[in-house]
């Protein structure tokens, strides 16, 4: 639990609103991380990190030279999106006052009165305007997206030295550990997917891989999920697997509609995704002893499985879901239990002969 505890950590410390120079902070720290386990991983120009282990052998942070002596195996493809939702830059009044976009689903219910951080030339400290309740005429309206504006202190001269139309501006969320295993954080959609990866990594040490494997922390997923369409047609896989989050707790879905924080990783069903990887995760969770619950979908996932499917001729994908409270927030909440199970079932599926 330290383990995925201290990634996370790291993960959420780092900014990776869609569109940051190409590259995020974000992808920088997942860069270094997967190097402990694929020295040679890389990053491309749209801010995708990604490498290959070479499967038929016991992995090994010390066999990149020699993976290439092993035969071809059907690759299998982990995918987590790194970046998160935010906002960006539209203008700024001659007062100095900044209007900003959406960048992703932001919540704007929750966006009036936030202490943010605008991301220019350097970090600059800021607050979204609100309205006194006193003036309000309807306390029932949220905030329009339209109506974001965001004051830094600054004149619109001494603005301009720091911060330029396009910036990126994230809502501060301290990273907090709550009671028992839960903790709260922005941009745990999805570096909890991303952590889940990373710890299955870990466990895979010592173990034969069944496959080529193929590790992706995917760029502009909030944004439509182009990261993983060009990460996917690169790495050309057989299989894929993707880690998400999903509903969580949520009062406002029918039971059945919401994952249950604590009960385990999400194993997800749906049109888009291939029915065997779903029963072969059944089979590895309970024969593992592996915390889990079934996530229904009836269409589409919502998720990078939707564009990871349809590369190339076609990719066997499943979905495995961490369950997530206060989604596109500031204060969003997992279970790190949760992570640890989505963790420990990808490793036994990539140690596992099935599919090969």
């Not at 299998?76 to 209007?99: C, P, Q, R, S």
């Not at 010592?206 to 690169?234: N, P, Q, T, W």
């Not at 039971?255 to 009960?263: A, F, K």
Request: hydrophobic share 40%.
């Amino acid at each position: 639990m330290k383990y995925i505890y201290d990634v996370l950590e790291g993960l959420c410390g780092a900014v990776g609103v869609p569109g940051v120079a190409g590259c995020s902070d974000a992808a920088c720290v997942a860069l270094e991380l997967l190097r402990k386990y694929i020295p040679d991983a890389q990053q491309d120009k749209f801010g995708n990190v990604y490498g290959i282990i070479k499967g038929g052998n016991k992995l090994s942070a010390a066999l990149s030279d020699e993976q290439e002596t092993f035969p071809k195996l059907p690759t299998l493809l982990l995918d987590a999106h790194i970046d998160e939702v935010g906002m960006i830059v539209t203008f700024i009044d001659d007062k100095g006052f900044i209007k900003a976009g959406l960048c992703g689903g932001v919540d704007p219910r929750i966006l009036s009165a936030q202490r943010v951080t605008v991301w220019g030339k350097k970090p600059i400290n800021g607050v979204v305007c609100s309205l006194p309740p006193h003036l309000v005429k309807d306390e029932k309206k949220a905030l329009k997206k339209e109506d974001i504006i965001i004051d830094v202190g600054l004149s619109k001269e001494q603005l301009a030295e720091f911060v330029s139309l396009g910036d990126r501006i994230t809502v501060d969320g301290e990273f907090t550990r709550l009671k028992k295993a839960r903790l709260t954080s922005r941009a745990l959609d999805n570096r909890a997917g991303v952590a889940a990866i990373l710890y299955a990594l870990e466990l895979m040490q010592g173990r034969e891989l069944k496959y080529d494997l193929a590790v992706l922390f995917s760029s502009l997923e909030e944004v439509g999920g182009r990261g993983a369409r060009i990460g996917a047609y690169r790495l050309k896989p057989d299989f894929a697997v993707v880690v998400d989050v999903s509903y969580g707790d949520c009062p406002e879905l029918l039971v059945h509609e919401s994952g249950r924080m604590g009960d385990g990783v999400m194993i997800g069903i749906s049109p888009y995704l291939d029915r065997e990887i779903f029963e072969n995760f059944k089979i590895l969770a309970k024969t593992h002893d592996v915390k889990h619950q079934i996530e229904v979908m009836s269409r589409s996932t919502g998720t990078n499985a939707d564009e990871i499917t349809v590369s190339r001729c076609g990719v066997r994908g499943g979905l495995l879901s961490i369950p997530l409270r206060n989604m596109h927030t500031p204060a969003e909440l997992v279970d790190i239990e949760d992570i640890e199970a989505t963790g420990r079932l990808l490793c036994e599926f990539c140690c596992d002969k099935w599919g090969v």
